[in-house]
């Protein structure tokens, strides 16, 4: 008797977190290919770090993937899986050229690793092959997502509450909006140059 008392205030109590909880979906248009949506810095709520590194690779003289999105305070490694040396240098962070970097230039199989502290885009750029191209979208949460070529997305376990979202394209400029979250939200985007 007691037991099933226990499992159904776990059950009560997992159908009331899954309640306060929902995704945000929808399409980003007016763009070809990938976009990033992310929910923007929430006044008063941080988010524990990362551990896990997601891998950036430089082989057949491309940025692979071609567009990486990570939520702040995360560390990024850097292979170079070519058989020529490849440099990796951004010119800003989030349009602040203040914030540029070169990481350096090395040759096959080895790899370097930085931790990306602040929200925006990051065009990553080699300098060895001006025609290489890439991109670290940070966002400032854990909410976020990379479209599929056609546009949708969906952003999971979003807290129900009130929130600026951001959709990023890297040929077009950024569009913020108000959202107010509850259960499943849609939020679409049309984006322009
Ligand atoms: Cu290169």
């Known amino acids: 008797m007691k037991r099933n008392v226990l499992i159904a205030i776990v059950v009560v109590a997992a159908l009331t977190v899954a309640a306060n909880a929902g995704t ?4 980003v248009s007016g763009v070809a290919g990938e ?24 082989k057949g003289l491309l940025f692979q993937p071609h567009i990486t999105v ?8 850097f292979l170079n899986s070519d058989a020529v040396a490849h440099n990796v240098f951004w010119p800003s962070v989030g349009g602040n050229k203040k914030l540029t970097h ?18 925006g885009a990051v ?6 092959h001006p025609e290489m191209a890439g991109y670290v979208v940070v966002s400032p949460t854990p909410y976020y997502a990379l479209t599929d070529k056609s546009g949708a997305y969906k952003i999971e376990n979003v807290p129900d509450g009130s929130y600026s979202v951001t959709a990023w394209h890297e040929g077009a400029k950024n569009q913020s909006k108000p959202l107010t979250v509850s259960g499943d939200t849609k939020a679409d985007f049309t984006l322009s140059k």
Do not use: M
């Open 123 to 128: 065009p990553l750029l080699c300098n060895v």
């Open 70 to 77: 990570i939520q702040a305070g995360t560390t990024v490694d």
């Open 24 to 27: 945000i979906s929808g399409k």
């Open 102 to 119: 070169n990481l350096g230039t090395w040759p096959k199989g080895e790899k370097r690793s930085f931790k990306f502290d602040n929200p």
């Open 35 to 58: 976009s990033v949506v992310y929910v923007d810095t929430i006044a008063g709520k941080t988010f524990p770090t990362p551990a896990q590194h997601p891998l950036i690779d430089q």
